[in-house]
């Protein structure tokens, strides 16, 4: 069988698919060892299929598994609990509460307060003027001598401004107003001492 | 890999245990209440269904949000998979069919014309006769080459460019591909010959011969 230039070409594909009749396929072959113009057509259509063929081609965009992977866990069912997992909930609470029970029961003394970081400092006289530093977030009466990031400017302000704007006072030089906070709170609570 | 056994009646009659695939032990265990196997189920083919939605959109974000879309949608129609074509088949019709949605919702002034959906008669006759005998396997490390391979894609008419795209790209066979796309095989030979005929022409004046050559040097990339 002669095939002619034009049959090639259409048959280019099947040829590579490998979907062609012996007796064409042989035809095909021997076309290919006469023919550069059919062969350069033929290697380069191969090419085509091999190089688009690569997983490394598509890449996906950056983070683009981990976005696809929020959207399933948001679509994914909310688990109903089982009756199991409703029995140990159940005991969880129950031991909970027993301990806070047998906590109330027993004798304690006040404890003294380990730490005075960060409190709220709602008892400081509200009109009193404070200062605060740069980026801290600590406000301080005038002449502490614990005022950091001066250089980044000082500004002043009464103290219940300072508490508003959520600075909290200087265990240093307010350490006085924080003791009495603290332990008004657990006069007022009696729980609380069990907790603390 | 795991292989569990299921007992089905095959078509001739008989009963014969028949090894279940991992993937579908996956599906069956998502069907039978454990939602969370459907990470496990889609990681190997989430690469491939953003390229699928790649090529028919040609644009980064539109393809994202569609390959997820389309997860979703798997995610929540499996119970239909009868498994009457593989998974991956089943999720790159969906993708196709959501990323075809989307172009005709976003690019109505897209839509091809009547006459572009009809396959085209009688013979496509190669232009380019320059010499491409060889693809180093490293070609496609460089963004050069996966932009010129990318745009070359993204010239081809939507009808060839999906066609191509499912079967050299996405590995589906001829019939798969036609179930995909909604067409006969005989349309899918025919588009795929043309696509890959064109595509030849456009890339063989870039990347014949001396073409690795001419590229610009890159760091880290010394021959010697």
């Known amino acids: ?196 | 890999m795991a292989i569990a056994m299921v007992v089905e009646t095959n078509p001739e009659g008989s009963s014969a245990p028949r090894p279940e695939t991992h993937e579908q032990e996956l599906i069956r265990r998502i069907q039978s209440g454990e939602p969370e196997k459907f990470y496990e189920l889609i990681r190997p083919y989430e690469r491939r269904v953003y390229a699928a939605a790649f090529a028919i959109l040609r644009n980064e974000a539109d393809a994202e949000e569609v390959a997820q879309e389309a997860i979703l949608k798997a995610f929540a129609n499996l119970r239909q998979f009868r498994g009457e074509a593989r998974f991956s088949t089943w999720l790159i019709q969906i993708t196709v069919n959501e990323a075809r949605m989307r172009r005709r919702k976003d690019h109505p002034e897209m839509m091809e014309p009547i006459g572009e959906l009809e396959d085209d008669e009688g013979t496509y006759t190669p232009r380019e006769f320059a010499d491409w005998h060889e693809v180093p396997s490293e070609a496609l490390e460089r963004r050069e080459i996966r932009e010129l391979l990318l745009e070359a894609l993204a010239s081809l008419g939507s009808k060839y460019r999906e066609v191509f795209v499912m079967r050299d790209v996405q590995h589906l066979s001829i019939e798969e591909a036609a179930k995909a796309l909604g067409i006969s095989t005989a349309s899918v030979k025919t588009r795929l010959l043309r696509a890959r005929l064109m595509l030849r022409d456009l890339l063989a004046p870039k990347l014949a011969v001396g073409w690795f050559s001419r590229l610009p040097f890159q760091k880290g990339n010394k021959p010697w």
Not at chain 1, 85 to 100: K, N, P
Not at chain 1, 131 to 158: N, P, Q
């Open chain 1, 1 to 196: 069988m002669v095939v002619a230039c034009e049959q090639v070409w259409q048959e280019i594909s099947n040829y590579l698919e490998n979907d062609v009749d012996p007796g064409l396929r042989a035809a095909l072959d021997e076309h290919f060892g006469q023919c550069n113009k059919c062969t350069s057509v033929l290697e380069g259509t191969r090419n085509v299929v091999q190089l688009y063929g690569d997983e490394r081609l598509f890449r996906a965009p950056f983070g683009y598994s981990w976005r696809l992977h929020g959207k399933l866990a948001d679509s994914m069912p909310r688990r109903r609990g089982t009756a199991y997992g409703w029995l140990v909930a159940a005991v969880a609470i129950g031991l909970v509460a027993g301990s806070l029970a047998v906590a109330r029961s027993t004798t304690r003394t006040q404890p003294k307060l380990l730490s005075e970081h960060a409190q709220p400092g709602e008892s400081i006289p509200a009109g009193l003027i404070v200062l605060v530093a740069g980026h801290s977030k600590v406000f301080h009466v005038a002449g502490c001598t614990f005022i950091h990031d001066k250089e980044a400017g000082i500004r002043s302000m009464e103290a219940s401004e300072a508490v508003r704007e959520g600075y909290v006072p200087c265990v240093r030089c307010l350490g006085k107003y924080l003791t009495n906070l603290a332990q008004e709170f657990i006069k007022k609570h009696a729980w609380a001492a069990a907790i603390l």
